[in-house]
Structure formats: C-alpha cells, structure tokens
C-alpha cells in the first residue's frame, strides 16, 4: 500500500512539474487537469502507524463514561487515546490548563528535562501511545504531546514545584472491618466509603471517568482508576486482588525541595494497584502500597494522605487498613493503623485533611469530630450506615463532586457523581459489580 501511494505521488508530482513548466502556453483543458493532479495530490493521507484498538465503551450516560482497554501499555493508551482523545483534549485545556494558569509553561518544561519528577518508561510509553491514538482518530493534537497527559497526571505535584495551588480540594474516607461490621449483612467483611470534595469546574463534572485497564503485563493485574477523561494515574482506585486506594490533599507546612526528584502520588497508587505483588510478600495488600512509598527516599512534591484498605482476609488489621500521611520534609512519610492513638477505637479508620499520625499533630478537623461523634466501638457499619455517615457528617457538600463506595469480598463498587449543579450526596449511587468489569477480554472476531 506504501509503495502505490509513493508511486502516486511521484507520478502526481512529475506531471505537475511537466504541466507548470509552460504556464503561460497551457490551455483551458491542460489547466484542468492540471488542477485536478493538485487536487489529488493535496487529497492524499500520510500513512498512519495504526495499531489494534483494545478498548471498548462498556457504559455512558450524560456525567459517567465507563472504559475499558487491554492489552501492553502503549496498545492500552493507544485505545485510550483513539476513543476518547477529544474528551482527553477538552477536559486538559478547560481544566489543567486552567489550573496551572501562568504555570503551564513551567510545567512542560519541568517534566520535559526529567529533573524533578520521576516517571517510569511504561507510562511515558503509554501516554505517547494515547496521543498516537488520538492522532489517528483525527483529535487535532497539534501542540499537544505526551508530556501534556503526564500534567494531567501530576498537576498535583507540579502545582506544589511550580507554587500554582490555588484549587479548593478536599477529601475524606471512612474505613470498617472485622469487629465493626462483624453483626452486620459483611459478617466482618472490608468497606471503605469516601468523598471526592473538589472544585466544580465545569470541564470535570460531566468527565467522570471509570478506566478499567485488563494488562498483558505477567507481573500485572486488572485494576481500574476513578476519575476523569484524561486520567491515567490512580486518584480513586482498586483492583482484582481487592485494594483500594484513595489520595487525598493534606493541609500542613512544607518546604519543596527543588533538587528532589519526586514520584507523582497518582503514579505510586498505581504502581501498588497494578503491579500483582509489588513487596513481593506472596499477596496483594495495603503493604504493597507502603513499599512503593518506602521507595520515595525524598517524599512526595506535596503533602497528601492515602487510604488503602485490602479485604478481611489480608491477615492482622494493619495489613486491612492504613493511612499514609506524606510530604516533602521530613518525616516524609508516616502510617498509622488502627491502634493508633486518633480517637477512634475499634476496626476503624478515618481521614479527612490534616496530618493526625505526622509528627504526632493530631489536628482533628469540623469533620473529623462530626464524623467520629456518628460511632463508637459498638457500632456496626453496614454499607448503608457508612454512606450515610460520609454524607451528612463529612462531605463538602457545595464541591462533592464523587461519593465512592467499595466491598471488595463482594465485588461491589458503588459511584455517585455531581449532577445538574447538585453535590454527589444528593444522589443514590449507581452500583457495579467488578468482577464483571476485571472479567477476561472476549476478543470479537
């Protein structure tokens, strides 16, 4: 196919030369045919590197689009890229662009020379292979390149090193197990409830964005990310093994370093997601994603909490439940259990925005009070109670743009999402099972 379109073209541009040669002596029937070889020759496409398209739009609705992609990393952002490249575009100049202001610039640059953010090779591969996947889809990707998806994954991180934190972001999570859902419908089984509490930008709130990757990596599992198109990195996630892991923005002072080199926090929740046994103990738990962050020797760009809850089966409580708290001074990085000291007792954790475990702080925010006022170490957490408790006690209800739900012993994840101007809680959640979403691909023939 390559060599008739080069044969065409050569034919096409030695009869334009022969024909523009005696320009003053062509007649009204030399002149078009003339303009019908320029014509053809401006009609001819550049031969495109297409690879297969792993991917398929399982679900959609007016806020929601649920994708799933498989596959080695560049075919699985290849597919991404191809499918939803114009809602990638969008969502990055209507909102990171936005976020980033006068920084952008800065941003590129930053990521461009390798100097103070640390990305693997298999994610700079697969953010390539997402904007060749929006190229061959005909997405205009004009100043548009892989260094982009990856702000779109750090502008967390690039925010703090570039000092253009100026979005209203909070989070919380309520975690329960063993003994504090033992008498209810769980019989002792994992549940974590949280609220995404950012801004409403107009460009997120209609972009939710459930990405489920099914890898052909042997060392790799099924997992999936909540968030928006454009996501590649872990805000909200889980996987096939039962971790979940949630990022939240942690309010303290810290000190950027400029010298660091730092690992976006998205890419590390990832990292214990994806990989199937990351500290290579035989089992996927809430340690997998402790020796990812053991592996930051310098923290992380900015300060941020992650929850992480495995299922009941996991073992003793502190490989079920923890909360990281982690920054860019030291200590760069501090857990807790459940026998810590943070006025819970009991199978229970909860984090909202302030350093508890870090440096002994124990700043217990309105929500966190609220929201431990709503038990003691006699309640029981049904699926129901926890939502409800993450509701009314400790959402920011004017930007609760998702309210997430997961039992991972029951394969049931639960998403609700902003709506027509109203906040996540207002809403019932939309229920999914996850084994069929981490179920084999079935390749149509």
Known sequence: MKKIIILTIIIASVALLVLSAKPYFLSQEEKEIQNDIEDEITTIEKPKHILNVNGEIISKNDYTTILKVWGTHKERGFAYGYILGDKIKMVYDGYVGKAMKQNLATAKKIVASNQFLKIDAKYIEECKGIVDGMDSAGVNVDNFSYIDIIIANSFLDLQALTKSNELSNGCSSLMAWGSATQNTELKGKSIITRNLDWTAASKLINNNLILISIPSEKDEQPWLTIGYIGNIGALSGTNKSGLSVFQHVMYDK????????????????????????????????????????????????????????????????????????????????????????????????????????????????????????????????????????????????????????????????????????????????????????????????
């Open 254 to 445: 810290f000190d950027v370093k400029k010298f660091s080199k730092y690992e976006p926090v998205w890419f590390s929740i990832r990292k214990a997601l994806e990989q199937k046994d990351f500290d290579g103990s035989g089992k996927n738990d809430v340690n997998d994603l402790k020796s990812v962050i053991l592996k930051n020797k310098d923290g992380y760009a900015s300060g941020y909490i992650l929850t992480a809850m495995a299922p009941s089966t996991a073992g003793a409580d502190s490989l079920i439940a923890m909360v990281a708290e982690l920054g860019p001074d030291k200590p760069y990085f501090t857990f807790r259990n459940s026998d810590f000291d943070d006025k819970i007792e009991g199978d229970i954790l909860y984090a909202a925005n302030y350093p508890i475990s870090r440096n002994n702080e124990h700043r217990y925010c309105t929500r966190y009070d609220n929201t431990i006022r709503s038990f003691d170490n006699k309640t029981q957490l049904d699926p129901a109670k926890s939502w409800d408790i993450m509701a009314t006690s400790s959402c920011l209800k004017d930007v609760n743009l998702q309210m997430i739900q997961i039992i991972p012993e029951l394969s049931i994840l639960k998403l609700s999402v902003w709506k027509d101007g109203k906040g996540a809680f207002n809403f019932q959640p939309e229920t999914y099972n996850l084994k069929d979403f981490f179920s084999p691909i079935t390749i149509k023939k």
